[in-house]
């Protein structure tokens, strides 16, 4: 079974502060690495995807990625109330398999 | 505006009567998917498609039926509906394996 793991938090920040959020996975041949925000009782939208080992910045949100260590994080610089939700990891998996695998998510609140 | 849509939003019924839920997509593309999303389960996928005609099992597939017979739309369909088929569903679709996935606002499903 491939799994991805999250903390299901809720990881509470201060407005202003850096919110870092964690994901392991089991498949090592993984290709592609997806994160998302859902607000409660909406859909997921898709907030930043990676590919290739290292850092991937996008504005105020950075995806990081360790294939060795089969891990990928996102890092929300100056968080504002307007983060607050819950991030989905999800990680496509090798060998031609259409199942992507989506962690449990995190539930981050940013208060004032 | 591309996006995907589903019917209906909501929808309460009673155990055994066949329902289908719409999906359709606007933006041409070959992979969709069906997810039901559960407390504590996070997203799990029910079945998936490459393209018309095309269908593969998900992780949670019993209890569920699905088609393909033209690119843009894939419906799910409930034979006979359970209890423990209540769940928030989602429908989404992606140019590839690799690529983002872009969701549907969601159908909310309680059966009696």
């Known amino acids: 079974q491939k799994e991805v793991e999250q903390n299901s938090g809720p990881l509470s920040v201060p407005e202003g502060a850096i919110a870092s959020l964690n994901c392991t996975y089991s498949d090592r041949g993984s290709q592609s690495f997806f994160w998302y925000r859902q607000y409660s009782g909406k859909s997921p939208e898709l907030i930043m995807f990676i590919y290739s080992n290292g850092d991937k910045e996008d504005g105020r949100f950075t995806a990081q990625l360790n294939k060795a260590s089969q891990y990928v994080s996102l890092l929300i610089r100056d968080s504002q109330p307007s983060d607050s939700a819950t991030y989905l990891c999800a990680v496509n998996p090798s060998g031609g398999s259409y199942i992507p695998t989506f962690g449990r998510g995190t539930s981050l609140i940013v208060h004032p | 505006e591309a996006q995907v849509t589903q019917n209906p939003r909501y929808l309460i019924t009673v155990t055994g009567k066949k329902l289908t839920v719409t999906c359709s997509q606007n933006?041409?593309?070959?992979?969709m998917s069906w997810y039901r999303q559960d407390p504590g389960l996070g997203l799990r996928q029910i079945y998936y498609?490459?393209?018309?005609?095309?269908?593969d099992k998900g992780d949670v597939p019993e209890g569920y039926k699905v088609s393909r017979k033209e690119k843009r739309n894939f419906p799910l369909i409930l034979e006979s509906p359970s209890p423990n088929q209540t769940s928030l569903y989602f429908c989404a679709s992606s140019l590839g394996t690799g690529n983002e996935q872009f969701f549907g606002p969601g159908t909310r499903l309680t059966v009696l």
């Open positions: 498609s490459m393209n018309v005609e095309v269908t």
């Open positions: 933006m041409n593309h070959e992979y």
